[in-house]
């Protein structure tokens, strides 16, 4: 599924891809523009918000990725699909500092621009909880703070893999051993992202109730892939060990070859 992509361009040297699925949001963007009665206006104007709201995706992601290149850790691309964007990294970090600060720089970029965008454009009417947006260049701008704002915030849920979870597992990890540290958060996670996908359902705001599905595919998924490597490395520190402790083999036969595992 994720392979279903098209590559734009590099930023910072990192391919930025859109999943085939984006262009399905871009459709139903410009559809509504033209249903609320905007017509070719207003069809432009939503597919722009719609760019410009991934704009600011794309910036949350580079904030994860340069980060993390400063631990020497290699960003190959950043993925659009329609749920938000998703950074692919080789590897990720087990020093607790390393994943809080790699992790808290992409809430950190909306909120730079959420403090940049405030004095020049003014909040809402109705900020935070019932925001209301003139129709003009300026409410476009309010609305993309706001956009931010929520963004920087949604993505602090304590919901294994999001932004929230990864450092709830890095303040787990400074105390205990980081797989049990991964298995507690991907758990707490699982609980609160079952509630949210209920929750959402009830709402009737399926596309939150599919983001929070997804959400918990790949908290589950990422605990597996841990447990395999924690796995792969006690294997090798054992064969290791025997190699250490066994006796030589006498001269005239061939030293073992070890060959795995299969």
């Known amino acids: 599924m994720l ?5 734009l361009f590099k930023v910072f040297g990192i391919q930025l891809a859109v999943h085939a699925s984006f262009v399905l949001l871009l459709l139903y963007a410009g559809l509504e523009g033209w249903q ?50 998703m950074a692919e990294f080789e590897r990720i970090p087990r020093q ?68 929230g979870g990864r450092i709830l597992r890095a303040a787990l990890a400074s105390r205990l051993p980081y797989l049990q540290a991964t298995w507690w958060a991907v758990m707490i996670g699982r609980v609160l992202a079952a509630g949210l996908i209920f929750l959402n359902l009830y709402r009737e705001n399926y596309m939150l109730a599919v983001l929070f599905t997804f959400i918990l595919i790949a908290g589950n998924a990422e605990y597996q892939a841990a447990l395999r490597r924690e796995q792969e490395e006690a294997y090798w520190r054992e064969m290791a060990r025997q190699a250490v402790v066994a006796p030589p083999p006498p001269l005239d036969e061939p030293p073992l070859i070890l060959h795995g595992p299969n």
């Open 36 to 85: 609320d009665g905007g017509e070719w206006t207003g069809m432009l104007v939503s597919v722009i918000m719609v760019v410009a709201f991934f704009i600011c995706v794309v910036l949350h992601e580079l904030g994860h990725s340069l980060t993390a290149r400063r631990y020497g850790i290699r960003v190959p691309r950043i993925l659009l699909m329609p749920i938000g964007g």
């Open 96 to 163: 607790p500092s390393a994943e809080f600060l790699i992790t808290i720089a992409g809430p950190l970029v909306n909120f730079a621009i959420v403090l940049i965008l405030w004095p020049l454009v003014g909040l809402p009417q109705g900020f935070p909880f019932h925001p209301d947006y003139e129709d003009s260049i300026r409410g476009l701008w309010q609305m993309l703070l706001y956009w931010n704002g929520m963004m920087g915030l949604f993505n602090l849920l304590p919901v294994f893999p999001m932004d």
């Open 3 to 7: 392979g279903w992509s098209i590559n």
